[in-house]
């Protein structure tokens, strides 16, 4: 596989996750949450077994979009159904450990690679969604899109399951039912701004996500410790998902006391601080010329002075730890939490596909014109464009972004209605 093929391999699961999002959109109001997380292990499975049983490159193109489109709908969805199981004194928390999981699978991965060939990897792949499916058969559909099709008994069966036997189920409900519009959503309400006022927020996160060049940086980790002459790049990914697991799990576990907004800060400082450090290391020991003519060579050290290599070479190393564990802490996990907080309810499918699209459509094109933008812009142009927004990170924070930390789904609806 050249590096064009392995560009495209790495890339076209965005795509197939870009219109994931776009069907979980409408299956997340249709046949609820709870049916769209089983009905997602289709292409998942089926994608597996392309990819494991694939005699060229076309096959292996299309098992990742088959399981891209599974992701983009579970990117959706999950989101969707934690928020509105969940209490509002935890749901920082469990909507963050969504997260903590994929940095925690695509650590797994990265172990496993170490031993495993591809198609072996495949194959281990292929068991979580078989997992979630039979677990998702014994959980209850959220009392929310229950109250929102009608469905009264079933929602007080489903707190009863979610709070226990002593809870007030019938308080809670109603403070639900206060909330539920059932009339649909129409075209005109757009103008509304408790519609369309969350709608730019959420796709405004999105896209401020990945243009932090997170992706780009995460499935060229293995080149860029090569390049930075770290001894077995394979184990140096370990390494890297190791850090991010941890500092995920420390944003879940704080993420109820600190608040939203205050992690988002902390994350775009840090992620702005060691992108730019990154690119003074490129701008200090790349010669831009054999960069800029040869792009296929990305990170090469040939230029560096003799007898300081190694000694910079670990200033790249760390700079990337501090990025992956900035994005971890906050704009990692807080994103997705927030746009399952933020929509009204009867717009929640819909605003949040076209959230969900946003960031696989940003996650394709960072990832694919990755290589390109190392060529036009060199390799320290390129890690600067990111510091530069991350520092626009900080900012649409600290002006739009609402803070929804102790409060509920409906408190947050109304706050937007007001406003």
Same mark, same amino acid.
């Given at each position: 596989?050249?590096?064009?093929?392995?560009?495209?391999?790495?890339?076209?699961?965005?795509?197939?996750?870009?219109?994931?999002?776009?069907?979980?959109?409408?299956?997340?109001?249709?046949?609820?949450?709870?049916?769209?997380?089983?009905?997602?292990?289709?292409?998942?499975?089926?994608?597996?077994?392309?990819?494991?049983?694939?005699?060229?490159?076309?096959?292996?193109?299309?098992?990742?979009?088959?399981?891209?489109?599974?992701?983009?709908?579970?990117?959706?969805?999950?989101?969707?159904? =934690?928020? &509105?199981?969940?209490?509002? *004194?935890?749901?920082? $928390?469990?909507?963050?450990? #969504?997260?903590?999981?994929? @940095?925690?699978?695509?650590?797994?991965?990265?172990?496993?690679?170490?031993?495993?060939?591809?198609?072996?990897?495949?194959?281990?792949?292929?068991?979580?969604?078989?997992?979630?499916?039979?677990?998702?058969?014994?959980?209850?559909?959220?009392?929310?899109?229950?109250?929102?099709?009608?469905?009264?008994?079933?929602?007080?069966?489903?707190?009863?399951?979610?709070?226990?036997?002593?809870?007030?189920?019938?308080?809670?409900?109603?403070?639900?039912?206060?909330?539920?519009?059932?009339?649909?959503?129409?075209?005109?309400?757009?103008?509304?701004?408790?519609?369309?006022?969350?709608?730019?927020?959420?796709?405004?996160?999105?896209?401020?996500?990945?243009?932090?060049?997170?992706?780009?940086?995460?499935?060229?980790?293995?080149? =860029?410790? &090569?390049?930075?002459?770290? *001894?077995?790049?394979? $184990?140096?990914?370990?390494? #890297?998902?190791?850090?991010? @697991?941890?500092?995920?799990?420390?944003?879940?576990?704080?993420?109820?006391?600190?608040?939203?907004?205050?992690?988002?800060?902390?994350?775009?400082?840090?992620?702005?601080?060691?992108?730019?450090?990154?690119?003074?290391?490129?701008?200090?020991?790349?010669?831009?010329?054999?960069?800029?003519?040869?792009?296929?060579?990305?990170?090469?050290?040939?230029?560096?002075?003799?007898?300081?290599?190694?000694?910079?070479?670990?200033?790249?190393?760390?700079?990337?730890?501090?990025?992956?564990?900035?994005?971890?802490?906050?704009?990692?996990?807080?994103?997705?939490?927030?746009?399952?907080?933020?929509?009204?309810?009867?717009?929640?499918?819909?605003?949040?596909?076209?959230?969900?699209?946003?960031?696989?459509?940003?996650?394709?094109?960072?990832?694919?014109?990755?290589?390109?933008?190392?060529?036009?812009?060199?390799?320290?142009?390129?890690?600067?464009?990111?510091?530069?927004?991350?520092?626009?990170?900080?900012?649409?924070?600290?002006?739009?972004?609402?803070?929804?930390?102790?409060?509920?789904?409906?408190?947050?609806?109304?706050?937007?209605?007001?406003?």
């Amino acid at each position: 596989m050249d590096s064009s093929q392995a560009s495209w391999f790495g890339s076209v699961v965005t795509l197939g996750a870009a219109a994931g999002g776009i069907l979980g959109g409408y299956l997340v109001d249709k046949v609820g949450r709870k049916l769209s997380l089983m009905l997602c292990s289709i292409p998942y499975v089926f994608g597996y077994i392309v990819i494991i049983s694939a005699q060229s490159v076309w096959m292996l193109y299309f098992g990742r979009t088959l399981t891209g489109l599974a992701s983009g709908i579970t990117s959706l969805v999950v989101p969707v159904y =934690i928020s &509105e199981v969940s209490h509002p *004194k935890v749901r920082g $928390m469990l909507g963050s450990c #969504v997260q903590l999981m994929v @940095v925690t699978g695509i650590l797994g991965a990265y172990i496993a690679g170490v031993t495993l060939k591809w198609r072996w990897l495949a194959v281990l792949c292929s068991f979580p969604s078989c997992i979630m499916l039979l677990f998702m058969s014994f959980m209850p559909e959220t009392p929310r899109f229950l109250l929102n099709q009608s469905k009264r008994s079933e929602a007080i069966a489903s707190l009863r399951f979610l709070r226990g036997p002593h809870a007030d189920h019938e308080w809670e409900c109603r403070q639900i039912e206060a909330g539920v519009q059932e009339e649909g959503l129409n075209l005109s309400e757009f103008k509304n701004p408790s519609i369309y006022r969350p709608l730019l927020i959420g796709v405004a996160l999105m896209f401020f996500q990945q243009v932090t060049g997170i992706n780009a940086v995460m499935f060229y980790a293995e080149t =860029i410790f &090569e390049d930075a002459n770290f *001894k077995d790049s394979r $184990m140096a990914s370990v390494v #890297v998902g190791s850090i991010q @697991v941890c500092f995920t799990a420390v944003a879940a576990l704080t993420i109820d006391k600190t608040g939203r907004k205050v992690l988002l800060y902390i994350s775009g400082i840090i992620m702005a601080l060691s992108t730019a450090l990154f690119g003074l290391y490129f701008k200090m020991v790349l010669s831009n010329r054999n960069n800029s003519s040869n792009p296929d060579t990305w990170f090469t050290l040939n230029s560096a002075s003799p007898g300081t290599e190694s000694g910079i070479s670990w200033l790249a190393v760390v700079s990337l730890g501090l990025f992956v564990a900035g994005f971890a802490l906050g704009w990692g996990p807080v994103p997705w939490l927030l746009i399952s907080e933020i929509f009204p309810l009867k717009a929640r499918g819909i605003l949040s596909g076209a959230c969900v699209l946003t960031n696989w459509v940003m996650a394709f094109l960072v990832t694919k014109e990755f290589h390109d933008f190392i060529g036009f812009l060199t390799s320290s142009g390129t890690f600067w464009l990111f510091s530069a927004f991350c520092c626009l990170n900080i900012a649409f924070t600290a002006f739009y972004v609402p803070e929804t930390k102790g409060r509920t789904l409906e408190q947050i609806e109304a706050y937007f209605r007001r406003s």
